[in-house]
């Protein structure tokens, strides 16, 4: 016998009957029973494979655990269990996941998937129940196929791809059969090690993996259910449950023949054997007798009824259509015709369905003797297997003092917690502040708000991330992620804003500026932008516009394109305008020229040396840095000057010193700051040439 630490404790608790099975994994495809233990409720504690006496349940659990300790000389403490799909729900889903570009795709990536394939079947069968308060529990997912790149494939791990998809088949049933089951367990004295389901169980056993590439039924009929799983391509497919099997045969057998149900049992069992009749006492107290061939034949109606039920099911879970075959198991599918109507209400050859008893169980061996190897073993011989290929259970944590029971499947994260706990998905990530909306010139724009920060997590009063694992017992707490600004933006951040129009005055190119209209209002560069407004870069100037942009009066000698113009006339990039000679501004002479330069030279020097002063830079050497050139022939240029358009005027060349004739740059307040000079981005000096349209920053620092 194998040591205690080798050794699984599995439990079928049926409607009728609870099996107790203890044995071990000898090799990757042997299983030795050590020992087994069949015990029947004394009431009836379950039906429909729902326990509806917890009490006498765990009465009949805690017989079948002292005999088994009895039997191998030593305490159990843990139980391996399934759970009949009695209300179970499965939902199919796909769920994909791309990249912003070509990755290789690791076992995270993977497992990121499956988890969003369960959270979206959730959500999906929450939304099918809105007015029901019943809290589902998933107890298990399959993945029916992955895909690479759009295309199936059997495995992902390690391949490069763009994009990565699934077909999850995610099962559920409701926290009250999950926690009757524990309940009992635990007033029995044992702990969960794992939980699956029962047709799970059973196709671990019935159907090997090999099989599994043809579409093939599985159904499990025990005493209150007819559990149903599909395989194909590899796969299993889907999960069902019909609430009819062997109990049904033995309540209309009570009416039959007038008896209690447990005489009625016995009754039904006799009929599947060689006896030449059957002898029992009615309520009345008076001896009655039968055949085995006459009860048979009672039960006719019944059988059809439930095996057409059970094939209906299998068309829906198939896709409308029969399966290739079907393997049937448990106590309820031994009576006789049973696989010969399934097979006629599926409409296929009666050969291929059959009873799996002793044909799959050729891999276990018994350490007991008498046992014979039949088809109400393969489930709970299942659910010890079902141990090794995926152990877990339910545990326990809190999240923000709530305790939170979650189905372990070693894979357990802070998330799976905080989702179970109701907890928003959104609230784990940082949140983004408000967009904003707005068109430009009829095209939609969008501004995002800023991120806020990522939620504070900790366990067990560690800081952790939300996929950090967690163990039974552990304490997360969870502060949500906070909300960033709303976005903002102002017209002068628009990229658009920088561009220019340039039109022809007197002969000359003069750069302007576009103007942007808001919800058809001119506005400033600092204008904050609005949710829904509508913005447009004006493509012309109005005559009035421009006549104000290069500080001139109008008069009615204004021509645009050689026609006489008023102020509202459009003017648009290229478009001439010109006015008679005797309205132009008369130019300065060379001297006025070079009294202004002197002046404005003067005040630059001034704070040129203050600045070398508090740089240690020689005196002599800034004001050098800071000598004028003289133009030699008057002309106006545009140049704009920390955002605003200014006209430099009365000479043929500019340097950046004549910026200060014109615009209002305070150079006396350094306060021991250097001064920021820039022509179109790069650094510039007092000297430095200017051209029309050139981009100017000039400021403290």
Same mark, same amino acid.
């Given at each position: 016998m194998a040591n205690s630490e080798q050794l699984v404790f599995g439990l079928d608790i049926g409607t009728r009957s609870i099996v107790g099975t203890v044995g071990y994994k000898q090799s990757l495809n042997g299983f030795t029973v050590v020992a087994q233990e069949i015990k029947m409720h004394d009431t009836r504690a379950m039906m429909d494979g729902q326990i509806h006496d917890i009490? $006498?349940? #765990?009465?009949?659990?805690?017989?079948?655990?002292?005999?088994? =300790?009895?039997?191998? !000389? *030593?305490?159990?403490?843990?139980?391996?269990?399934?759970?009949?799909?009695?209300?179970?729900?499965?939902?199919?889903?796909?769920?994909?996941?791309?990249?912003?570009?070509?990755?290789?795709?690791?076992?995270?990536?993977?497992?990121?998937?499956?988890?969003?394939?369960?959270?979206?079947?959730?959500?999906?069968?929450?939304?099918?129940?809105?007015?029901?308060?019943?809290?589902?529990?998933?107890?298990?997912?399959?993945?029916?196929?992955?895909?690479?790149?759009?295309?199936?494939?059997?495995?992902?791990?390690?391949? $490069?791809?763009?994009? /990565?998809?699934?077909?999850?088949?995610?099962?559920?049933?409701?926290?009250?059969?999950? !926690?009757?089951?524990?309940?009992?367990?635990?007033?029995?004295?044992?702990?969960?090690?794992?939980?699956?389901?029962?047709?799970?169980?059973?196709?671990?056993?019935?159907?090997?993996?090999?099989?599994?590439?043809? +579409? /093939?039924?599985?159904?499990?009929? !025990?005493?209150?259910?007819?559990?149903i799983s599909i395989t194909r391509e590899g796969s299993i497919i889907a999960y069902g449950m019909i609430p009819m099997a062997g109990d049904a045969l033995t309540e209309h057998i009570t009416g039959a023949h007038l008896v209690d149900f447990a005489t009625a049992e016995k009754i039904k069992l006799d009929s599947n054997t060689k006896k030449k009749s059957i002898s029992y006492k009615d309520i009345m107290g008076l001896s009655q007798k039968t055949t085995p061939a006459d009860v048979r034949e009672e039960l006719v109606p019944v059988v059809e009824h439930m095996t057409? *039920?059970?094939?209906?099911?299998?068309?829906?879970? +198939?896709?409308?259509?029969?399966?290739?075959?079907?393997?049937?198991?448990?106590?309820?599918?031994?009576?006789?015709?049973?696989?010969?109507?399934?097979?006629? *209400?599926?409409?296929?050859?009666?050969?291929?369905?059959?009873?799996? !008893?002793?044909?799959?169980?050729?891999?276990?061996?018994?350490?007991? =003797?008498?046992?014979?190897?039949?088809?109400?073993?393969?489930?709970?011989?299942?659910?010890?297997?079902?141990?090794?290929?995926?152990?877990?259970?339910?545990?326990?944590?809190?999240?923000?003092?709530?305790?939170?029971?979650?189905?372990?499947? +070693?894979?357990?994260?802070?998330?799976?917690? #905080?989702?179970?706990?109701?907890?928003?998905?959104?609230?784990?990530?940082?949140?983004?502040?408000?967009?904003?909306?707005?068109?430009?010139?009829?095209?939609?724009?969008?501004?995002?708000?800023?991120?806020?920060?990522?939620?504070?997590?900790?366990?067990?009063?560690?800081? #952790?991330?939300?996929?950090?694992?967690?163990?039974?017992?552990?304490?997360?707490?969870?502060?949500?992620?906070?909300?960033?600004?709303?976005?903002?933006?102002?017209?002068?951040?628009?990229?658009?804003?920088?561009?220019?129009?340039t039109f022809e005055v007197n002969k000359k190119q003069v750069v302007c500026p576009k103007f942007i209209e808001v919800n058809g209002e001119l506005v400033s560069e600092y204008y904050s932008i609005q949710e829904g407004d509508e913005l447009k870069l004006l493509s012309y100037y109005t005559l009035e516009n421009l006549l104000a942009f290069m500080d001139l009066p109008y008069t009615d000698h204004i021509y645009v394109n050689n026609r006489p113009a008023g102020k509202d006339e459009k003017v648009y990039e290229n478009f001439s305008v010109e006015w008679s000679l005797e309205e132009k501004r008369p130019e300065m002479t060379l001297d006025e020229v070079l009294s202004i330069e002197a002046e404005a030279a003067e005040t630059v020097y001034a704070a040129a040396e203050e600045a070398a002063v508090s740089a240690d830079k020689p005196a002599t050497e800034a004001r050098a840095e800071s000598a004028p050139v003289v133009p030699s022939v008057a002309a106006d240029m545009l140049v704009i000057v920390n955002g605003r358009p200014v006209t430099l005027k009365g000479?043929?060349?500019?340097?950046?010193?004549?910026?200060?004739?014109?615009?209002?740059?305070?150079?006396?307040?350094?306060?021991?700051?250097?001064?920021?000079?820039? /022509?179109?981005?790069?650094?510039?000096?007092?000297?430095?040439?200017?051209?029309?349209?050139?981009?100017?920053?000039?400021?403290?620092?």
């Amino acid at each position: 016998m194998a040591n205690s630490e080798q050794l699984v404790f599995g439990l079928d608790i049926g409607t009728r009957s609870i099996v107790g099975t203890v044995g071990y994994k000898q090799s990757l495809n042997g299983f030795t029973v050590v020992a087994q233990e069949i015990k029947m409720h004394d009431t009836r504690a379950m039906m429909d494979g729902q326990i509806h006496d917890i009490n $006498k349940v #765990a009465e009949t659990i805690g017989q079948v655990k002292r005999s088994l =300790e009895k039997q191998i !000389g *030593q305490k159990l403490e843990e139980v391996c269990i399934a759970a009949a799909g009695r209300v179970l729900k499965t939902v199919t889903v796909h769920v994909d996941t791309e990249f912003t570009q070509e990755v290789t795709v690791n076992t995270e990536m993977i497992r990121a998937l499956e988890l969003l394939g369960v959270e979206n079947a959730y959500q999906q069968i929450k939304n099918e129940a809105k007015e029901d308060d019943t809290n589902y529990y998933c107890v298990a997912y399959t993945v029916i196929k992955y895909y690479l790149n759009d295309f199936p494939i059997t495995n992902l791990e390690d391949h $490069k791809a763009n994009k /990565i998809a699934a077909d999850v088949l995610a099962t559920f049933l409701p926290d009250e059969v999950i !926690g009757g089951l524990y309940t009992a367990v635990e007033k029995a004295g044992l702990r969960v090690a794992n939980l699956t389901l029962e047709p799970i169980a059973a196709i671990q056993v019935a159907i090997p993996e090999k099989f599994r590439l043809l +579409n /093939i039924a599985l159904v499990d009929v !025990g005493a209150g259910t007819s559990d149903i799983s599909i395989t194909r391509e590899g796969s299993i497919i889907a999960y069902g449950m019909i609430p009819m099997a062997g109990d049904a045969l033995t309540e209309h057998i009570t009416g039959a023949h007038l008896v209690d149900f447990a005489t009625a049992e016995k009754i039904k069992l006799d009929s599947n054997t060689k006896k030449k009749s059957i002898s029992y006492k009615d309520i009345m107290g008076l001896s009655q007798k039968t055949t085995p061939a006459d009860v048979r034949e009672e039960l006719v109606p019944v059988v059809e009824h439930m095996t057409k *039920q059970v094939a209906d099911k299998i068309k829906e879970l +198939n896709g409308g259509k029969p399966v290739s075959a079907v393997f049937v198991v448990g106590g309820g599918g031994k009576i006789s015709g049973y696989t010969e109507s399934l097979a006629a *209400q599926l409409g296929i050859p009666k050969e291929r369905v059959a009873l799996r !008893g002793e044909e799959v169980l050729g891999f276990v061996r018994f350490e007991q =003797e008498g046992i014979k190897k039949d088809p109400t073993l393969v489930t709970p011989i299942g659910i010890c297997l079902n141990y090794y290929e995926n152990k877990n259970n339910f545990i326990f944590v809190t999240v923000n003092g709530e305790s939170v029971k979650l189905y372990d499947n +070693n894979k357990l994260t802070v998330i799976d917690a #905080a989702l179970q706990n109701g907890f928003p998905n959104e609230y784990l990530f940082p949140r983004r502040g408000k967009e904003l909306n707005f068109t430009l010139d009829g095209v939609k724009r969008m501004v995002r708000g800023e991120a806020g920060e990522a939620a504070e997590i900790t366990v067990n009063g560690k800081p #952790a991330a939300f996929n950090s694992p967690i163990e039974p017992n552990a304490k997360i707490e969870i502060k949500e992620s906070t909300v960033g600004k709303d976005a903002s933006y102002e017209v002068r951040q628009l990229p658009e804003y920088r561009s220019t129009i340039t039109f022809e005055v007197n002969k000359k190119q003069v750069v302007c500026p576009k103007f942007i209209e808001v919800n058809g209002e001119l506005v400033s560069e600092y204008y904050s932008i609005q949710e829904g407004d509508e913005l447009k870069l004006l493509s012309y100037y109005t005559l009035e516009n421009l006549l104000a942009f290069m500080d001139l009066p109008y008069t009615d000698h204004i021509y645009v394109n050689n026609r006489p113009a008023g102020k509202d006339e459009k003017v648009y990039e290229n478009f001439s305008v010109e006015w008679s000679l005797e309205e132009k501004r008369p130019e300065m002479t060379l001297d006025e020229v070079l009294s202004i330069e002197a002046e404005a030279a003067e005040t630059v020097y001034a704070a040129a040396e203050e600045a070398a002063v508090s740089a240690d830079k020689p005196a002599t050497e800034a004001r050098a840095e800071s000598a004028p050139v003289v133009p030699s022939v008057a002309a106006d240029m545009l140049v704009i000057v920390n955002g605003r358009p200014v006209t430099l005027k009365g000479k043929s060349g500019y340097c950046f010193v004549d910026i200060l004739d014109y615009y209002p740059f305070d150079v006396s307040q350094t306060h021991g700051q250097t001064v920021v000079m820039q /022509i179109n981005g790069e650094k510039a000096e007092f000297t430095s040439p200017l051209a029309a349209g050139d981009v100017i920053d000039l400021y403290w620092k």
